[in-house]
């Protein structure tokens, strides 16, 4: 049984991600009701797992680690999803206003979307996102690296057709 100021702790922390956390998720699910229901599922699951959590410093990089898990499983099940487009309202655009980097963040990989939203919105660590991917360092570089040259080469292609 956890005390109540437990409890408001981990209300607080959880309010206070609950941004980060959809950007997070929609990286990799692209579609509003699938960010709910893993936001949901990871805020459940951390709360009964609470007394796992080693220090309340990690989290942060703590609960993201169970979201991606609960996106990944998601995206296993290959649950039918409507598509972005069909989406008007996702709340993404506030974060990312500009419609041609929406869609050309679209063709990235998961993996990539998932490392460009951390490192750039959140302010991860290279060595952090490698943690919570369980990947070295030097991938995380790579992707990242990766993904910006697809980008700027998206961007550059719709630039040119203008």
Known sequence: MRSRAEDTWFSREVEALAPTMFRVAFALLRNRTDCEDAAQNAVLKAYEKLDTLRER???KTWMIRILKN???NLMKANKPTVSYDAQPETGYEMTVPDLDLNRAFDTLSPDER??????????FSTREIAALCGVADGTIRSR?????????????EKEAMQ
């Open 70 to 72: 609960e996106c990944v």
């Open 57 to 59: 410093r990690y989290f």
């Open 144 to 156: 990242l690296t990766r993904a910006r040259e697809a980008l700027r080469e998206q961007l550059s």
């Open 114 to 123: 998932f490392a460009i939203t951390l490192y750039y919105y959140e302010g």
